[in-house]
């Protein structure tokens, strides 16, 4: 997914992402994210297990997207068969 985003193949699905979300996908599996929180006036350390944490929340929501069907590329999001009924 990551390889498909940095060619710019991967924009016909907006995931919505958070900040910290995207950035704990996008730094990869080894990665630290820190963020700034100001209300303890320190920063929280996000690692692997939040990434899991995010990468099974983007499975769950393309599961849900899919609604059992496969997704086919275009010009919106459509289904494979409707694809080959010209829709």
Same mark, same amino acid.
């Given at each position: 997914m990551l390889q498909l985003i940095?060619?710019?193949?991967c924009?016909? %699905?907006g995931l919505g992402l958070l900040p910290r979300?995207?950035?704990l996908v996008c730094s990869g599996p080894r990665s630290e994210v820190r963020a700034?929180?100001?209300k303890t006036e320190d920063y929280q350390v996000f690692g692997l297990a939040?990434?899991?944490e995010v %990468?099974?929340?983007i499975g769950k929501q393309l599961a849900r997207t899919e609604?059992?069907?496969p997704l086919w590329p275009g010009d919106s999001t459509r289904t494979s068969s409707d694809a080959s009924a010209g829709g």
């Amino acid at each position: 997914m990551l390889q498909l985003i940095h060619d710019h193949a991967c924009d016909a %699905l907006g995931l919505g992402l958070l900040p910290r979300a995207r950035a704990l996908v996008c730094s990869g599996p080894r990665s630290e994210v820190r963020a700034y929180d100001p209300k303890t006036e320190d920063y929280q350390v996000f690692g692997l297990a939040d990434r899991i944490e995010v %990468l099974v929340g983007i499975g769950k929501q393309l599961a849900r997207t899919e609604a059992g069907r496969p997704l086919w590329p275009g010009d919106s999001t459509r289904t494979s068969s409707d694809a080959s009924a010209g829709g």
